[in-house]
């Protein structure tokens, strides 16, 4: 069992940079992986970007390749989305997931696939 929080978002012009943080507080997420997921009113919750246990893997949705890296650092019990280049779109609620499927062997993409969440942290790019 593991309990997320997630924290660095706020107001940012377009073209400017955030940078989310997903801590661990209850529990160590160092053998799950860890995905970030967003919202927007209205729309459907979607998959932004996912890290395997080990760092070694890394996924992200079209949109958002090139302009955000996601990391991790175990001893810190921390998983980083470093957004750059933002856009008026990227504008919602960020979450933090964990996966027992530590390997996103059965896929990083679905929100279904993740067992832990965090109350989610908004992020508003004005034009």
């Known amino acids: 069992h593991v309990q997320l929080a997630e924290s660095g978002g706020g107001l940012v012009q377009a073209g400017g940079s955030l940078r989310l943080s997903c801590a661990a507080y209850?529990?160590?997420?160092?053998?799950?992986?860890v995905g970030w997921f967003r919202q927007a009113p209205g729309t459907e919750r979607e998959f932004v970007a996912a890290?395997?246990?080990?760092?070694?893997?890394?996924y992200y949705t079209d949109s958002v390749k090139g302009r955000f890296t996601i990391s991790r650092d175990n001893a810190k019990n921390s998983v980083i989305l470093q957004m750059n280049s933002l856009k008026p779109e990227d504008t919602a609620v960020y979450y933090c997931?964990?996966?027992?499927?530590?390997?996103?062997?059965?896929?990083?993409?679905?929100?279904?696939?993740?067992?832990?969440w965090g109350q989610g942290t908004q992020v508003t790019v004005s034009s």
């Open positions: 209850e529990g160590s997420f160092s053998n799950y992986a």
């Open positions: 997931a964990a996966s027992v499927d530590y390997d996103l062997g059965w896929g990083a993409t679905g929100h279904s696939g993740y067992d832990y």
């Open positions: 890290i395997t246990w080990s760092g070694g893997k890394t």
